[in-house]
Structures are given as structure tokens and as C-alpha cells.
């Protein structure tokens, strides 16, 4: 069982195991009436630097592309006053600076745990920090109701 796209394989479980994780959290916020914009999973070959083994491992794409396309939308359309960012991710400085400079609305970025950009600093209204301590509070509850289905905290979240 040296093939990690085996679905007896460890990291192969891994990855199912955190995929179901996220879609439960994306269940739960939608739960709270936010409307998610997600990206998209595209598959990319890995290959083990150890024994050359390949597999198939999901990525993570368009994420950035769809925050800077909802943020520039919301404001053209004058749908907010102020915008709130929740990323250090560089690609969103030039919409952040579009809609400070050129349409003349706040935006306040809030840095991840461990994260912060100059750029962006430079660029935002005004920045924040979330620390681990305002995760821990905000927390879901141990079990939140979806659509007739119990969503359940996991254990690794707590």
C-alpha cells in the first residue's frame, strides 16, 4: 500500500478526512445565512521524493480571484460602506487598493494567526489581528442543525 491515491492509504484518508472537515465548516457558516463563494479543487500529480511513487492531490485554486471579484462587485454596487478582508494573501491588494483609492470605501483587513503583509498594511483602512484566543472564543457550538442534518463539531477543531 505504497500509493498514496489509495483510499486504504494514510495520507489518502488524511486528505478525505480534512475534505469532509471543511465541507462540514462551510455547512455550518451557511447555516448562519452568509452566502459562500467558493473556489475551486483542481487535481495536480505529486510525486514522493523518497520511493517516486504519484498521486493525484487536490489544490486549492480561484479562492483570491473570487474574494477580489466579490469585493470590487459589493462596491461598484455600493452594497456596503465598509468591507472587512480576511486573508495576508498579496493577490488582494490591488482590489483593496481599487476600492480605498478609487471608490473611497474603508476596507479593514484582519490578519490570520501568524500572518501579515506590508502591502497590505499599506494599503488597508485599517488592520487587525486575530489571535488564537478569538478563534478559541468564537467557536461553533458542539453541534449546529443544517438543512435536517446535525452537523457535529469535530474534535480536532476543539
Not at 65 to 75: D, E, H, N, R
Not at 78 to 95: H, K, M, N, R, T
Not at 131 to 146: A, I, M, N, S, W
Amino acid at each position: 500500500m505504497n500509493d498514496p491515491s489509495d483510499p486504504r492509504h494514510a495520507e489518502y484518508q488524511a486528505a478525505e478526512e480534512s475534505r469532509e472537515r471543511q465541507a462540514d465548516y462551510i455547512d455550518a457558516i451557511k447555516s448562519t445565512g452568509v452566502v459562500v463563494c467558493e473556489g475551486q479543487f483542481k487535481r495536480r500529480v505529486v510525486t514522493c521524493r523518497d520511493c517516486g511513487a504519484e498521486w493525484n492531490k487536490p489544490e486549492e485554486k480561484m479562492t483570491d480571484v473570487q474574494i477580489a471579484t466579490q469585493l470590487l462587485s459589493g462596491a461598484f454596487r455600493g452594497e456596503f460602506d465598509a468591507a472587512l478582508v480576511i486573508s495576508g494573501d498579496a493577490d488582494l491588494v490591488p482590489p483593496i487598493r481599487v476600492v480605498v483609492e478609487q471608490i473611497g470605501l474603508p476596507v479593514i483587513v484582519a490578519f490570520p494567526p501568524g500572518r501579515k503583509l506590508v502591502a497590505m498594511q499599506n494599503t488597508a483602512t485599517e488592520i487587525r489581528h486575530i489571535r488564537k484566543k478569538h478563534l478559541e472564543e468564537c467557536q461553533f457550538p458542539t453541534v449546529v442543525p443544517y438543512k435536517g442534518v446535525n452537523l457535529n463539531r469535530p474534535t480536532k477543531w476543539s
